[in-house]
Structures are given as structure tokens and as C-alpha cells.
């Protein structure tokens, strides 16, 4: 069933840190007292929740008859803007330790109904993650570390972080401490700090998506572009295939990249053929195994 008209609301938590955990909420406008699924999304590196066509995604996700509730990582160093790296000094200090915290956070404010919507009714048995790139990464780990789980889909994941560190930034971690990020978008230095590469190498077993993966036998999609610029599309097959579970897939799209054809800020009037073809996939997916 497709539904014409949706709701949206604003709204943040505290992390475990007390810091915002700025989330939107979109319910399909149905009965009173409808019992949804519910789908969370988590965004990646130097991402944001309202990063490109993202928002438009959430949308189809909600006509389609989810509660979707996407959110801003504590750490991920957008502020009040919501579009715009205004806190670097949270953003210095973010760790894959936190970012799966946030999501635990989000999963216990749902149940506690500190989330909620005034019309409709979020089922805490049925709840959906999706997240790319790093994102993607995290959503491995969470969907591993929270049994209220149930369903996970993953767009161009990082299959094993620790492997993302180039020697110039181990480098600079081991000789001052942090290292310099550039926003490639805003030409914005955002510096990042050891902490982060010490808690990912310190805690691997628990952090670390290819490790989880094993763990997982939960329906499990995994999506990546044939050509990936930024995480070699192998990562997702190296974690669909470690994955055990016996509902899974596998799509790799053919001429398309990291964000499948979608860039920030998205102005065009129509998705780019492939990054439609991904949504798709990630609505058949939550339709046959979330509903």
C-alpha cells in the first residue's frame, strides 16, 4: 500500500554524552493509532542526514508505510544547521564507539517513547536499518550489537575500518595527535583526533563490520556501486559473503559510484536511474522482511 501524504517532525535526544542527537521523524498520514515498522538510517563520514537526495529517500521509505527516523551521529560535527560542519571541535573527537552508542540511544527512545508520533503507533518488534558508507559500517555493528534489529540493508559499507587509515594520517596520529580532514565539498580543514584510530584498533572485535557480519542471520541486503571512487565495491561482497545468514542479497549496480549518482545539494527534478534502482532494493527489501 502507497500512501499519498506524510508527516514530519523535528526533534533531538541526549546521547550518552548528553550531546543532541538531532533526528527527523516521517510517518505515512494515516489512521489514529496505526501500528508502523519502523526504519532507522545512519549516515556516513563527513555525512549528515539531510545530505543530498537522502531526505527524498526517507520519504518514499514513509509513503511506503514505515516510520523512518533518520538522524545526526552526536560527533558528526553538524550543529543547529543541520547542514553544516559548525562544531569541529565534536567532529575532532568522533569515534565508531560513539556512533554505535547514538544508535543504541535512538533504539531506546523509541522504546521508551521519548520518540514517538502523536497519530500513529512505532512497533519496537519491527525495526529496520539502513546506512552507507561508514554508516553502512556502523549499521553492521549495531545490527549485531541490538537484537530489536531485525532487518538490515547497507549501501556502499565499509567492511573493516581499520583498513581505511592511510599511512599519512597514522602518521600524524602517532607524531601530534591528530590529523587534517578535508571536506572536498566546502574546502573546510576539519582536524580528527588519535582517538578515534586508537578505539577502532582497541576494540575491533566489537566495532570492527566484518568482524559483526559473522554474527548476523537477520535478512541482510547489501548494495555498492560497480564504481565506487571511495570504498571498493569488494567491501560489499566481502560482507555479503561473510554474512550467515540465510535471507541475503547481494547488488552490485553497474555504472555508478559511491553516492550512485547523487551529490549535495541535490536540485535536479528526477533521481539518477541507478540511485532509483537502489531505493527500490532497499524498499523490496524492507516490504518483503520488515512488514
Same mark, same amino acid.
Given at each position: ?170 602518521? *600524524? ?19 580528527? *583526533? ?33 564504481? *565506487? ?40 527534478? *528526477? ?21
Amino acid at each position: 500500500m502507497s500512501f499519498s501524504s506524510i508527516s514530519k517532525q523535528k526533534g533531538h535526544i541526549l546521547s550518552t554524552e548528553k550531546l543532541p542527537i538531532y533526528y527527523d521523524l516521517l510517518t505515512p498520514v494515516t489512521s489514529i493509532g496505526t501500528v508502523l515498522p519502523v526504519i532507522l538510517f545512519v549516515h556516513g563520514f563527513k555525512g549528515f542526514k539531510d545530505w543530498g537526495a537522502f531526505p527524498d529517500v526517507y520519504e518514499e521509505l514513509a509513503r511506503a508505510g514505515f516510520a523512518v527516523i533518520a538522524f545526526n551521529l552526536s560527533l558528526n560535527g553538524v550543529g543547529k544547521s543541520m547542514l553544516e560542519f559548525d562544531e569541529p571541535e565534536l567532529f575532532r573527537r568522533q569515534t565508531l564507539s560513539q556512533d554505535l552508542r547514538d544508535v543504541g540511544s535512538v533504539i531506546t527512545a523509541i522504546k521508551s517513547k521519548e520518540i514517538k508520533s502523536e497519530k500513529v503507533v512505532l512497533d519496537t518488534d519491527r525495526i529496520g536499518l539502513f546506512g552507507h558508507s561508514r554508516g553502512g559500517h556502523t549499521a553492521v555493528t549495531a545490527a549485531a550489537e541490538y537484537a530489536e534489529i531485525q532487518c538490515l540493508v547497507t549501501w556502499a559499507a565499509v567492511a573493516d575500518y581499520n583498513k581505511r587509515w592511510s599511512s599519512e594520517m597514522v602518521n *600524524d596520529w602517532l607524531k601530534k595527535g591528530y590529523t587534517d580532514i578535508k571536506n572536498s565539498r566546502t574546502g573546510q580543514i576539519l582536524p580528527l *583526533d588519535r582517538l578515534g584510530y586508537d578505539d577502532a584498533l582497541e576494540n575491533a572485535e566489537k566495532l570492527i563490520a566484518l568482524n559483526r557480519v559473522r554474527e548476523l542471520y537477520i535478512p541482510s541486503m547489501f548494495i555498492a556501486g560497480k564504481d *565506487d571512487e571511495s570504498v571498493p565495491c569488494t567491501d560489499t561482497e566481502i560482507l555479503y559473503r561473510s554474512s550467515p545468514s540465510d535471507e541475503k542479497d547481494l547488488r552490485i549496480i553497474d555504472n555508478t559510484g559511491h553516492t550512485f549518482g547523487v551529490s549535495h545539494p541535490f536540485e535536479e527534478t *528526477d533521481f539518477p536511474t541507478e540511485f532509483s534502482e537502489v531505493i527500490d532494493l532497499t524498499e523490496g527489501w524492507f516490504l518483503d522482511h520488515l512488514r
